[in-house]
């Protein structure tokens, strides 16, 4: 039986004592003076005048508690031929050791420390030696361009920058050290140094004075003891580049944050300490801080860190092996992941090649999961398959089925209901609309413990980004609606609704009609401007792995299938096939670029884009189906 109800109801009745309660299992150095100070609204801020450590929350705490000879953080790169695990005592010891380091270069409390590395250890033991002595870090994504980089750079200030000299892709070496280098050319800040991590695929040039190997820093360091610091403290920036392509600084407290991070292992992963969790995300973005660091060890389990791909190192059965071989109970990864895999692998052969008796369950959040995709892994997994629902600026679960609190029915394509901690409404304009009505998803204020409070010094930008649309309530930029039981369904960005002769139509369940289709692997819907009608969607369409039917077929076929499922109203009757659509490193289609490249608009190609190259085949595609229109 589900205790959902129950427990959200005693969020709902006295917030304050049940987010009391979820700071109480941690380690604090002083308590709170307030639960929730309310004093300065829109600005919450939670468990004020409380004093903890992060990273003593994260590594320490459980080496103190008896449990320091179980493994922290596994460290699995196929990229490398390497597996290598860490304990909760060596994991600490190498954390506490960086952080001296940090401590010798006269990083302090609140100083920043930025670091832009690839998948290994040393990223995230740069990550809890921040935490450890109250310095505050910005991770960057691996390999950004160094325009990109260098206006993090000059928003963050930081004293130090921590690096690698490259990151791995599938058949090549991406030189991060030149990258660097250049954007610090473009940066109008400079740091004082750059710690390198020199790795054996590539070495890196080294600037005398500034430049300091991260081994040789290492081998004469002393540890540093954790150092205290407010609730409200800042842990880390994360930069988003949000909904107006101008990268906003994400602050996440240590006090809210640990707690929320906390609280969600147990009761929405449904996982217990000791057990092994992997979040198969990138450390640049909110799930790799969450899940692959803060979450996990916070909560005592041990946590994958994998260098690799869902296919091509070596095949569609990587994530498979790594759950096998680690003992992998609950798994979280990007829907974009699993259509890879089902791409190439259909009929899920590789996953009879593994152990998989003792997984549980999989999470899927970053993009909309279609149940096309979620029915595909959940039959040949035989197991839950939760599509989930948060966002960079929330930094843990808006929408969940929480496993933990005894699990509710899934329902393909929703993410089930509110967490507990979160009063999600569907608005239009400041108007609550009634159930199966598609509007904004709005979240009343105050959000909960772990959600942004602000943006780095830009509190205006806060208030004007997420604040101005409806007072008294977070705008989350997504669209969507709740049905007559309160499951929430997410259905597209609020840029992605189209109207269609003044029919407002969510392109996502355009996509979910596509999807089902047994030929189609993936696909995106965008739309166009149209004379007639203002929009009219267009579809692009990539084919499972052996497919050999014309393509004009299986074009017609979906047309039909939107016509069918959704109506005439739709006015769906453009879709190409394509070779691949264009995402970001988190898997998310850029859809709206693809939008400006139909409607022969001027467009900026995202700086986190997998692969440029991609808009070039998409544009010829589209110049095959006669776009832009030529007026």
Known sequence: ?????????????????????????????????????????????????????????????????????????????????????????????????????????????????????????????????????GAVHSVVFGGFAPRELATRIDDAQPRVIVSASCGLEVQRVVPYKPLLDEALKLASHE????????????????????????????????????????????????????????????????????????????HIYGVKPGEVYWAASDLGWTVGHSYIVYGPLAHGNTTVLYEGKPVGTPDPGAFWRVISQHDVRAFFTAPTAFRAIKREDPHGEHMGRYDLSRFRTLFLAGERCDPDTLQWAQQRLNVPVIDHWWQTETGWPVGANCVGLGMSPIKPGSCARPVPGYDVRILEGDRELPAGRLGNIAIKLPLPPGCLPTLWNNDAGFERSYLQHAPGYYWTYDAGYKDEDGYLWVMSRTDDIINVAGHRLSTGGMEEVLAAHPDVAECAVVGVADELKGEVPL???????????????????????????????????????????????????????????????????????DDPAILDEITQDLARLGYPKRT
């Open 1 to 133: 039986m589900s205790r959902y109800e129950q427990i959200y109801d005693d969020w709902l009745r006295d917030p304050e004592k049940f987010w009391s309660k979820a700071a109480a299992a941690l380690h604090w150095e002083r308590p709170w003076d307030r639960v929730l100070d309310d004093s300065r609204p829109p600005f919450y801020r939670w468990f004020r005048g409380g004093r903890l450590n992060t990273c003593y929350n994260c590594l320490d705490r459980h080496v103190d508690a008896g449990r320091g000879s179980q493994q922290a953080l596994i460290y699995d790169s196929p990229m490398t031929s390497t597996v290598r695990a860490y304990t909760f005592a060596e994991l600490r010891d190498e954390t506490a050791r960086f952080a001296g380091v940090l401590q010798r270069l006269h990083v302090a409390k609140g100083d920043r420390v930025l670091i832009y590395m690839p998948m290994v250890p040393q990223a995230v033991i740069a990550m809890l030696a921040c935490a450890r002595i």
């Open 191 to 266: 740091p004082q140094h750059c710690v390198i991590l020199q790795r054996p695929q590539a070495e890196a040039a080294m600037h005398g004075g500034r430049d300091l190997d991260w081994d040789e820093c290492m081998a004469t360091a002393e540890a540093a003891d954790c150092v205290a610091v407010e609730a409200t403290d800042p842990l880390y920036i994360l930069y988003t580049s949000g909904t107006t392509g101008i990268p906003k600084g994400v602050v996440r407290d240590n006090g809210g944050h640990l707690v929320a991070l906390h609280w969600s292992m147990e």
């Open 539 to 609: 579809g692009l369409i990539v084919l499972k792995s052996g497919v050999r039917r014309e393509a004009s077929a299986i074009v017609a076929e979906t047309v039909q299938m939107v016509r069918e499922r959704i109506g005439p109203v739709a006015s769906f009757k453009l879709a190409t096939v394509v070779k691949r659509l264009p995402k970001t490193r988190s898997g998310k289609i850029v859809r709206g670029t693809i939008k400006k490249i139909a409607d022969g608009e001027e467009y900026h190609i995202p700086p986190t884009i």
